[in-house]
């Protein structure tokens, strides 16, 4: 027995010497994790602001607060424990305190803190200032649930900057537009936070601690002016109201650099509350793409003059109609023959007369072109989504669409694209490519700006400068928007008619309408982009989409502070006399031969 014994005694030492010497360290580190709990600090999201300081989105800490029933029936009794009938006096004076705080009636909140439930949920998005108010009450068992802490993300624009700014679904990811762009700029990373804790979960005052702090998202300042952004969202969604319209678009521009002030889409959305929305949540400027039409004569009258072809009063003998390839071509409104100068087929948007003027260049130095305004390739943001629209190469251009592309169809733009095209010509012909972000803050809490692109000179200031004069024509009563005027203020643009592809019949459906100007035209400041897809109310672009340039350009430069320039425009002569076209060796005119050139 003694052996015995001894036996026993010396299994228990060396256990001893093992637990206490040789692997005290393992051993003390087991015990110590056993008795630490965890919680999760979570990190908040950055903000983002347009560059007038207007909040876009932000986040906020929301509670997790949750009850013992168990508890709560000794509140203000004086008992230690529950009576055999819950104390129904207690259960209603923590209901009177508490459900005004929760926003809750008591006839809901009674039944939550009745019971023997030792964990339910009363609220999930409680506010840090409501629940300190919560804790002063003093209620017991009612406290937070540090595991459903979390960050909510919320939009005080709504649906005035939603389809550009995005937003972010339950667990935080981004769903689109800026916040999907700049995820991972405005993440941040969660913290943590342990102490060790007594058998019944009881943290102890002087145990051990230690605390990672989370490290919140950095900020970022977009470059929309949330005024011209507001009122641009509300005159579109009027216009696609009144019009039956399908959707729009507007872009605001700076045309020096490249800085978008305000991108509107319509219809769109509460960012709030995404659950409840219907349709598109993309914002349609950067992802939609149609047939610019007119707007895009532009481009093909810009190249002509920087290639030496023809001057703004180059003359233009237009026919009745226009025969390439198996189609004949016509204008909008019937005519017999007309004689314009190169300015005049621009004011009055002829499509014959831009085919004669486009059928001075290969088809390959126009395709050029095309590509140093921007068409065929993104603006390189890298806003999510974002179409580089439909530009094919010249050598596969058919034969009709050596034409059309010449006149803005047969090939396909984004809003952005069609805007940053004017910007070229009002810049001097140097197009700077558009940008949405201003500054990001820099891990030491400085907004640090963002350089601005490198300029792609296109065509020459001189060229650029009587594309302008020739742009004012457009909208004097002999031009095609006379409604896009604004007094004291010069203004140049171009409209725009399209015949609007149907992705869904798979064929042309609808119109597309469109004016984009600029303005004050001779010292210009300001781009703006009107489109509207398939409007039923009227779909000529003078008509539809002018007068809501005028109502957002006038209160652009007014919220800009832009002064008119106080100068008169240039004049340019749209027609010519028979005698004096005829005569002029460099006249524009169909000539035996030109069919299938």
């Not at 641009?232 to 019009?243: D, F, I, M, P």
């Not at 023809?310 to 409104?333: G, M, N």
């Not at 034409?403 to 810049?427: D, R």
């Not at 010519?576 to 169909?590: C, E, G």
Request: proline residues 7%; charged residues 15%; aromatic residues 6%.
């Amino acid at each position: 027995m003694t052996v015995a014994v001894l036996f026993v005694f010396s299994v228990f030492g060396a256990q001893l010497v093992r637990l206490q010497g040789l692997d005290s360290s393992a051993v003390a580190a087991e015990a110590l994790a056993q008795r630490t709990a965890d919680e999760v600090i979570p990190a908040t999201r950055g903000t983002i602001r347009s560059s007038d300081g207007v909040v876009l989105a932000s986040s906020v800490l929301r509670e997790t607060v949750a009850v013992d029933q168990t508890a709560v029936c000794t509140y203000e009794t004086g008992q230690q424990t529950c009576t055999a009938d819950g104390s129904p006096s207690a259960i209603s004076a923590a209901t009177a305190k508490l459900a005004p705080l929760l926003g809750m009636s008591p006839d809901t909140l009674r039944p939550m803190l009745t019971g023997s439930a030792r964990y339910r949920i009363l609220d999930k998005e409680v506010s840090e200032d409501t629940w300190l108010k919560i804790a002063a009450l003093g209620i017991p068992g009612v406290y937070r649930d540090p595991a459903g802490a979390s960050a909510q993300r919320i939009y005080p624009q709504g649906a005035t900057t939603a389809s550009l700014v995005g937003f972010t679904i339950d667990n935080g990811q981004p769903g689109g537009g800026v916040e999907e762009m700049l995820n991972s700029t405005l993440t941040g990373s969660a913290g943590k936070a342990s102490f060790e804790t007594s058998a019944d979960g009881t943290i102890i005052p002087a145990g051990r601690q230690e605390i990672t702090p989370a490290k919140d998202g950095r900020s970022v300042t977009l470059t929309i002016n949330s005024n011209l952004q507001w009122y641009a969202q509300n005159a579109l969604a009027a216009k696609v109201k009144s019009t039956g319209a399908l959707s729009g678009t507007v872009v605001a521009m700076d045309v020096r650099t490249g800085k978008l002030l305000a991108v509107a889409s319509y219809p769109s959305f509460d960012p709030n509350n995404v659950g409840a929305a219907q349709g598109s949540l993309v914002n349609k400027a950067f992802n939609d793409v149609f047939e610019p039409g007119s707007t895009g004569k532009i481009m093909t009258i810009a190249a002509a003059m920087q290639q030496g072809h023809v001057t703004p009063t180059t003359p233009v003998v237009i026919p009745s109609q226009l025969h390439r390839w198996d189609t004949y071509f016509h204008d909008a409104e019937p005519h017999g023959t007309e004689y314009r100068t190169v300015a005049g087929t621009l004011a009055e948007s002829s499509n014959m007369g831009t085919i004669l003027i486009g059928e001075t260049m290969q088809p390959s130095t126009l395709y050029g072109y095309f590509r140093k305004f921007g068409l065929g390739s993104t603006s390189g943001m890298g806003y999510p989504g974002e179409s580089a629209g439909l530009l094919a190469p010249a050598n596969q251009w058919s034969g009709t669409q050596r034409a059309t592309v010449m006149f803005g169809q047969g090939l396909s733009v984004t809003a952005i694209q069609a805007a940053s095209v004017f910007q070229t010509i009002a810049n001097g012909g140097v197009r700077i490519p558009p940008r949405l972000v201003q500054s990001v803050e820099s891990p030491d809490g400085a907004m640090v700006t963002q350089p601005q692109p490198a300029g792609i000179r296109v065509v020459s200031d001189s060229v650029a400068t009587q594309m302008s004069d020739m742009l004012e024509d457009v909208v004097s009563d002999q031009g095609t928007a006379p409604a896009a005027r604004i007094p004291g203020y010069r203004v140049a643009g171009k409209t725009g008619t399209a015949d609007r592809y149907d992705a869904v019949v798979k064929g042309y459906s609808g119109k597309t309408a469109s004016f984009i100007g600029y303005a004050p035209a001779d010292n210009p400041r300001i781009v703006i982009a009107v489109i509207l897809q398939r409007p039923v109310r009227g779909y000529y672009g003078g008509v539809v989409a002018a007068p809501v340039f005028h109502d957002i350009m006038t209160y652009a430069l007014q919220e800009l502070q832009i002064p008119p320039t106080g100068t008169k425009p240039t004049t340019m002569p749209l027609s010519v006399s028979p005698a004096t076209a005829l005569a002029d060796p460099h006249v524009l005119r169909d000539r035996p031969g030109s069919v299938n050139r």
